[in-house]
Structures are given as structure tokens and as C-alpha cells.
């Protein structure tokens, strides 16, 4: 098993731009979340989804969107690129929540300039 | 919402030294999970640990709800267990996702 996989595993953009990172885990995991992680900081979840059809805003939601049309797949859409968003992101799934053990992907580093 | 912090902050260790790293949170909980970041950023879990003690080789750790606070124990430390610990918690009763503390640079030098 691949576990969570996301990509790309660096990307620049410009100002403005907009792009999508992918994740997908080959767990059968109901639920699936998004983090991002600034330099020497903890995690922050952005958004999750506890099914397909079914997502919910975390801690810090403004300027990215998801999507989640299969179990796999949790794409994570910026729209609009700022310097703000320069950052790791962490794609992570896991069985269930409440006893659930958390398996995370090997972080997408983004930089906006 | 819940708040967790870890301590200390920061760590050095010569190597084959023992260490203890701190978890408080504010809340009860239902799910409490340490993980480790490997210096290429990696994040691998630990331990699902929400209470009573488990052992893994040379770390274990501890979680005492009613006190509201988990330990990780480090024992015979090696330049591997280098990198950032956190602690993540889940309040009951079990519909909201992991809130990670800022978690313990640990360096260990040979």
C-alpha cells in the first residue's frame, strides 16, 4: 500500500495564481484532512471531510477550497495565491475520528512570491 | 476550543541520555496521539495513546486523563530520534478532528 500520497512535492507560484494539490490514500479511510504547517510551528487544520460528499472548514479555511467526489480523493484548491499561503502542507487520513490513528502524507512546500 | 502545549520547547541531548517530553491540555479528551517529524518533514505516528501507558522499543509513553497531561519518554536517545515531537488531541465525543500542539525540537548530538 502507497498510504496518503500527495503532489506535487514543491511548487512556486506568483501572486494571483491559483492551483490545486492533489491527495489521494489507498486506505479505504473515511476521513481525510488538510493541514499546513509554517516554519516552526504545529499543524493547523485548513479543512477535512468525514465521507465522500462531506466536508466541514477547520481552523483556517479562507482562501482555499475542497472537494471530495470519492473516498481516495481530497484535493485542496488555492485560489488566488497570496504570500500568506507560503507554507507545508499536509494531506492525512485516518479510519475514523475519536480512535482513529492518524497517517499523514510527505507535506506539498509551497511558496507564493 | 481545546488548547495543548507541550514542554519544553526545545531539547539538545548527547546521545544515549534519557529524556521526558510534556503534553498538557485543557479539556478531557478522547483520542490523544504523539507524533514525530523527521528533519525531512516527515510525520510519523507514535502512539494512540488517549490513556493508560504504552512501550515501543525505546520510547514510550503515558497519558493521565484525569490530570490532563501525557508524557513521551526517550530512553538511550540516538541521533535518529532527532526532530519535532507533537502531541495531538481530539475532544470527545468524537466528531472533531486532532488539535496539535507546537510541538519539542529535539536535537540529539553524537
Known amino acids: 500500500n502507497a498510504g496518503v500520497t500527495q503532489t506535487p512535492k514543491f511548487r512556486i507560484l506568483k501572486i494571483g495564481q491559483s492551483m490545486t494539490l492533489q491527495c489521494t490514500q489507498d486506505?479505504?479511510?473515511?476521513?481525510m484532512y488538510w493541514y499546513r504547517q509554517d516554519p516552526g510551528m504545529g499543524l493547523k487544520l485548513i479543512y477535512y471531510s468525514v465521507g465522500a460528499g462531506i466536508t466541514d472548514k477547520g481552523e483556517v479555511p479562507n482562501g482555499y477550497n475542497v472537494s471530495r467526489s470519492t473516498t481516495e480523493d481530497f484535493p485542496l484548491r488555492l485560489e488566488l495565491a497570496a504570500p500568506s499561503q507560503t507554507s507545508v502542507y499536509f494531506c492525512a487520513s485516518s479510519r475514523r475520528q475519536g480512535t482513529g490513528e492518524l497517517f499523514f502524507g510527505e507535506g506539498s512546500r509551497l511558496t507564493v512570491l | 476550543g481545546i488548547q495543548v502545549e507541550q514542554s519544553p520547547p526545545d531539547l539538545i541531548l548527547q546521545e544515549g541520555a534519557n529524556s521526558t517530553l510534556r503534553c498538557n491540555f485543557s479539556d478531557s479528551v478522547n483520542n490523544l496521539q504523539w507524533f514525530h517529524q523527521n528533519p525531512w518533514g516527515q510525520l510519523i505516528n507514535l502512539f494512540y495513546i488517549p490513556s493508560g501507558t504504552k512501550q515501543n522499543g525505546r520510547l514510550s509513553a503515558t497519558t493521565v486523563a484525569t490530570e490532563r497531561y501525557s508524557l513521551l519518554y526517550i530512553s538511550s536517545s540516538q541521533t535518529t530520534d532527532s526532530g519535532v515531537y507533537f502531541c495531538?488531541?481530539?475532544?470527545?465525543?468524537?466528531?472533531?478532528?486532532?488539535?496539535f500542539g507546537k510541538g519539542t525540537r529535539l536535537s540529539v548530538i553524537a
Open positions: 495531538a488531541v481530539e475532544r470527545g465525543p468524537g466528531n472533531t478532528p486532532l488539535v
Open positions: 486506505m479505504n479511510h473515511n476521513y
